[in-house]
C-alpha cells in the first residue's frame, strides 16, 4: 500500500472518531432538550436519527482497514511458464480454469450478447489447454444452441486474429464499435487487410444470427409439414378415414432433421421451459498440448502462419428439468455446471460470468492466478473483480455504475477477510465451493528435525501431500451421499485440490505442490464420461444430497450469491478484490428509472432474505472476524432503514404544515452539532473519493439514488419480507404500462422510456407533499403579523435537502421533453390532496392567523 493511502487510511479513521464522538453528543443532546410544544415531531425526529447513526456505524466499521492490492505478471510467467529444473520443455505449469456462462432466456438476453461472450474468453490470454468453457442454457432453446455453434465456427478465425494482433477487448461486437483509432500500436504490415476481411466476416456473422429465429421456424414447419404428409399416406394406407384429425406435434427441428430434444417453439410433454432432457454437447472438443500454427491466407481469412490457432474446450450444457421439481433457477444452473466440469475437465478454478458481461481485459486470468497461486494463495476462495458496465448514460443519473460500492465499499472489505460475492465476474477455488474448510496451519517439520542437521525436505513435503490426500478421501468417505452419486465427481475433488494448490517452497505457502505436476498431457475425453456428465445435471441427482444446501451455489434466496460467499467466509475462507488497470469484465446494466428500481427490489429483497435466514452475520461462526460479520450483518439490516428514511423525509413537510420545528428553537448549539456532524461527513466523502479513485458527482449520485431507493424498493422489500415470513404471503411489484422509446437511434434512448411501477408512488408523494409544504408554510408566514421566519428556515431547508435528492427521479418522470405521463398528474394529486385534507381534519380548526388566513 502506498504511503498516501496509508495516510488517507489513518485520516479516515480519525474523522470517522470524530463523527462518532459528535454524533454522541448530539443525540444526547437531542433527548435531552425535547420540544415541548411538538414532542410527537420531536420523538419521530430522534428516533430515526438514532437509527441514521447506527446505520452509519455499521457502514464505516467495516472500512476501518482499507488497502489495495497490485500484482506482477512476469513473476507469475516466470514461476509458471519458463524451462526449468522440473519443467525442462517450459510447458505451463498454470492450473486449468472452467469458465461457467449462464444464460436462460433468448428473447431477454440476446444470442449475438451470449454469443460474443462466449468469443471473448475463447481468445482469453491463458494456455489454450487449459481452458474450458461451458454456457449454461436454463431455456433449453435451440436458438442459443445454434448461435453457439455459429461462434464456434467464427472462433477459428476470430481467435487467432487476436492472438496475431493482440487485440483487445476480444468481444467482436466492442472491438468494431470502439472509437478511435483502431492502427495504433499496430506494428504487423497486414493488419489492416486482416482487419478489414476480419469486420466483413463478423458482419456475415451477425446477420447469419439474426436470421437464426426465422431460419429455425422456417425448417421446423417444412419438417412438420413433411411430417403431417407421412401420417396422411400412414392413415390412407391403414384405410382410415382422412378427414380424421391426426394430432401431430408441432415439433422444433435441428438442422440434422432430429427433433430438438430441449424446449420447443409450440411446448409439448418433454419439450417445454420446465420439462425437457438434460443435454450435453461438446462444440469445441479439448485442443492438444503442443502449439498449433495456421496456415497462410491462401488457405485462410487471415495468415496465422506464426499464430496458434488452437481453440479451448466449448461445451453447451442444458440441464434436466421436470415437473415436480424445484430447479432453484440460478444456483441450480451453477451446480449443474460444477458437476458436468469436474467430470469432463475439473479445472481446479471456475469463473463464472453472466451472459452480458464479456472479458474486457484478456489478462484478467492471469491476475487473478497471482493471488490464488502466491503467498497464502491456498487460503483463499475467489477473487472478485469489480463490475464496470457499458452503455450507461454519461451523467449517469441513477448511479448504474454503482462505483461508490465497488471502488469504496468492496475494496475497504478486501482488508478484512475478503470483499463478497456479487454473482459475476468472481474466478472460484473449486474445492472452496464444494465446502470444504480451509487448509489448517500445520508444521510438518518437529523440534527433533530441526535440531539434527540434515533435513529432507523432499521426504517431508511427500509425507504432507499424503496426509493431505488422506484426510480429503476420509472426508469423502464420512459423506458419501454429500456429492450424489457420480464415482467420477468423486475421484475428481482430490484431484482438483492438489492442482489448485500454489507451488510448494514458496513462503507463506504450507500447502504446496510440486512444480512441473500440471505439464502432463490431458487426458482425453471419452463418450463414457459426457454420459456421466449428462446423469450428474438429472433433475434427481441432487435428490438426498448436500447441493445447494452447504456444497456449491446456496439455495433459497434471490441472492444466491452474497449467501454464497458468506459461507465461505463463515468456514474460514478468505476472498480477494482485484482492480486491474484496465477492467477485467464488461457488461450492461438497466438505465430507464423503472428497470433500475426493481433491480435494487431484488437486491434489497434478497437482503431481507438473508436477515430473517441463518446467514445472518449475527450467527456467524468463530471463523469470520468481528468486522466481516459486522459487514455481513449491514447486508440484511440496510433496507430496513427505509422505515425511518421515509418518515425523516416527511418531517420536513410536517413540520412546515404545523409551524413546530424538530428543536424548540434554532439556537447556536443545535446549529453548531449540526456543522461539526456536516463537515466530518464532507471531508469523509474527500477522503473516500480520492482512496478509492471515484469522483465527487458519482459519489452525489450515489447519495441521491440512496434516497431514491430508500424510499421506494427498500420499503417494497421490507414489505416483502414481513408479509412472507411472519404471513407466509408473497408478493411482487410489476409494470403496469409503458411507453416506448420513440428514437432507436439514440444510445440512450432506454432512459427516457417510462414505465409506471407501484415502486414509484412514496417518493412521488415525498416530492409532492414537500412542494406543498414549502407553499403553505411560505404563504403563512408572509400573511402572518408575526412571522417566525426561523421555523420557515429551518423546515425550508430540510425540505430542499429531501427535493434536490429526489431531483434523479423527478427527471425520470418527466421523460425525454418534460412530456409526464397523466398517471403521474393523477397519483400525485390525489395523494397529496389526501395528506394535506388529512392535516387539516387533526389539526386545530381554530387556529387562524389574524390576516384571516387559515390552513
Request: glycine share 6%; net charge neutral; with cysteine.
Amino acid at each position: 500500500m502506498s504511503t498516501s493511502g496509508i495516510l488517507c487510511g489513518y485520516a479516515c479513521r480519525l474523522i470517522v472518531l470524530l463523527r462518532f464522538i459528535a454524533l454522541a453528543f448530539f443525540l444526547s443532546w437531542r433527548v435531552r432538550n425535547p420540544n415541548r410544544d411538538a414532542m410527537w415531531l420531536w420523538g419521530m425526529s430522534v428516533i430515526c436519527e438514532i437509527w441514521f447513526a447506527f446505520s452509519w456505524i455499521l457502514d464505516q466499521m467495516p472500512k476501518l482497514k482499507p488497502i489495495n492490492r497490485s500484482t506482477d505478471l512476469e513473476a507469475l510467467k516466470d514461476k509458471f511458464e519458463m524451462p526449468s529444473a522440473e519443467n525442462p520443455l517450459g510447458r505451463s505449469d498454470l492450473p486449468g480454469v472452467d469458465f461457467f456462462v449462464s444464460t436462460a432466456d433468448p428473447e431477454k438476453e440476446p444470442p449475438l450478447v451470449t454469443a460474443n461472450t462466449v468469443l471473448s474468453i475463447l481468445a482469453v490470454d491463458y494456455p489454450v489447454e487449459k481452458v474450458a468453457c461451458y454456457i449454461s442454457d436454463d431455456g433449453g432453446s435451440l436458438l442459443t444452441f445454434e448461435a453457439l455453434a455459429e461462434a464456434a465456427s467464427f472462433a477459428r478465425n476470430w481467435v487467432p486474429f487476436c492472438r496475431k494482433h493482440g487485440i483487445e477487448p476480444r468481444n467482436p461486437e466492442s472491438y468494431f464499435s470502439t472509437k478511435g483509432d483502431p492502427t495504433k500500436n499496430q506494428v504487423r504490415q497486414d493488419f489492416v487487410k486482416d482487419r478489414r476481411r476480419m469486420k466483413r466476416e463478423y458482419d456475415e456473422y451477425k446477420v447469419r444470427i439474426n436470421s437464426l429465429p426465422d431460419v429455425i421456424r422456417r425448417r421446423s414447419d417444412a419438417c412438420n409439414a413433411r411430417e403431417e404428409i407421412k401420417a396422411k399416406r400412414a392413415q390412407m394406407d391403414r384405410g382410415i378415414d382422412l378427414f380424421e384429425k391426426i394430432d401431430i406435434p408441432k415439433a422444433t427441428w435441428m438442422a440434422d432433421a432430429t427433433h430438438w430434444p430441449g424446449t420447443w417453439g409450440f411446448p409439448s410433454k418433454d419439450h417445454s421451459r420446465g420439462d425437457h432432457a438434460g443435454i450435453i454437447q461438446v462444440m469445441l472438443r479439448p485442443p492438444s498440448s503442443e502449439p498449433v500454427q495456421g496456415g497462410s491466407d491462401s488457405e485462410n481469412l487471415i495468415d496465422a502462419q506464426d499464430v496458434d490457432i488452437r481453440l479451448p474446450m466449448l461445451v453447451y450444457v442444458s440441464r434436466e428439468k421436470r415437473p415436480g421439481y424445484d430447479h432453484n433457477k440460478k444456483a441450480g444452473a451453477m451446480n449443474a455446471l460444477v458437476r458436468a466440469s469436474a467430470i469432463m475437465s475439473n479445472g481446479p478454478f471456475i469463473l463464472n460470468l453472466d451472459c452480458d458481461h464479456y472479458i474486457y481485459n484478456s489478462l484478467a486470468v492471469r491476475e487473478g492466478m497471482c493471488f490464488m497461486l502466491g503467498s497464502g494463495g491456498e487460503n483463499i476462495c475467489y477473487v472478485q473483480f469489480p463490475q464496470r458496465f457499458e452503455g450507461i448514460d454519461p451523467r449517469d443519473r441513477y448511479a448504474n455504475h454503482n462505483t461508490v460500492f465497488f471502488d469504496g465499499n468492496m475494496r475497504a472489505l478486501d482488508g478484512l477477510q475478503g470483499p463478497m460475492y456479487v454473482g459475476t465476474g468472481c474466478m472460484f477455488r473449486r474445492v472452496a465451493l464444494y465446502g470444504f474448510d480451509p487448509p489448517l496451519a500445520r508444521k510438518y517439520c518437529s523440534w527433533c528435525c530441526c535440531c539434527c542437521g540434515d533435513v529432507d525436505h523432499q521426504s517431508i513435503a511427500n509425507a504432507a501431500e499424503d496426509e493431505e490426500t488422506e484426510m480429503m478421501d476420509a472426508q469423502l468417505l464420512r459423506k458419501p451421499k454429500r456429492f450424489g452419486g457420480s464415482e467420477v465427481l468423486l475421484e475428481s475433488i482430490p484431484k482438483a485440490e492438489k492442482e489448485g494448490q500454489p507451488l510448494a517452497g514458496q513462503a507463506g505457502v504450507r500447502r504446496g505442490r510440486r512444480p512441473g505436476l500440471l505439464t502432463a498431457d490431458r487426458e482425453p475425453l471419452s463418450t463414457a464420461l459426457v454420459a456421466e456428465a449428462i446423469s450428474a445435471i438429472s433433475c434427481w441427482y441432487e435428490d438426498k444430497t448436500e447441493w445447494g444446501q452447504s456444497v456449491g451455489w446456496i439455495y433459497g434466496s434471490v441472492t444466491e450469491d452474497v449467501v454464497t460467499g458468506y459461507r465461505m467466509h463463515n468456514r474460514g475462507w478468505h476472498s480477494v478484490y482485484c482492480i486491474t488497470k484496465r477492467d477485467a469484465f464488461r457488461g450492461t446494466a438497466p438505465i430507464n428509472l423503472t428497470d433500475r428500481l426493481h433491480q435494487v427490489l431484488r437486491w434489497a429483497t434478497g437482503s431481507v432474505e438473508i436477515f430473517f435466514s441463518r446467514n445472518n452475520g449475527l450467527l456467524s461462526s468463530p471463523h469470520m472476524k468481528f468486522l466481516q460479520r459486522i459487514a455481513y450483518l449491514n447486508v440484511g439490516i440496510y433496507p430496513f432503514t427505509s422505515v425511518f428514511l421515509l418518515v425523516y423525509c416527511f418531517l420536513p413537510a410536517l413540520s412546515l404544515f404545523s409551524n413546530q420545528f424538530i428543536v424548540q428553537t434554532l439556537n447556536t448549539v443545535f446549529l453548531i452539532y449540526l456543522l461539526v456532524i456536516t463537515i466530518t461527513l464532507c471531508l469523509l466523502a474527500v477522503l473516500e473519493v480520492k482512496w478509492s479513485g471515484i469522483t465527487l458527482e458519482e459519489w452525489w449520485r450515489n447519495e441521491q439514488f440512496w434516497l431514491i431507493g430508500g424510499t421506494s424498493a427498500h420499503l417494497a422489500a421490507v414489505l416483502q419480507g414481513l408479509l412472507k415470513v411472519v404471513a407466509g404471503i408473497d408478493i411482487s411489484f410489476t409494470l403496469t404500462s409503458k411507453s416506448a422509446a420513440e428514437d432507436e437511434t439514440d444510445e440512450f434512448a432506454d432512459l427516457y422510456v417510462f414505465k409506471w411501477t407501484s415502486l414509484m408512488i412514496p417518493p412521488l408523494t415525498i416530492m409532492m407533499v414537500n412542494l406543498i409544504a414549502i407553499a403553505v408554510a411560505f404563504a403563512r408566514t408572509i400573511y402572518s403579523s408575526s412571522p417566525e421566519w426561523s421555523k420557515l428556515l429551518g423546515g425550508t431547508f430540510f425540505s430542499v435537502w429531501v427535493l434536490l435528492h429526489l431531483y434523479p427521479f423527478a427527471k425520470g418522470l418527466m421523460g425525454r421533453r418534460g412530456r409526464t405521463p397523466t398517471i403521474i398528474y393523477v397519483w400525485a394529486g390525489l395523494i397529496s390532496i389526501t395528506i394535506s385534507l388529512l392535516w387539516v381534519a387533526i389539526s386545530n380548526p381554530l387556529a387562524s392567523l389574524s390576516s384571516g388566513f387559515q390552513l
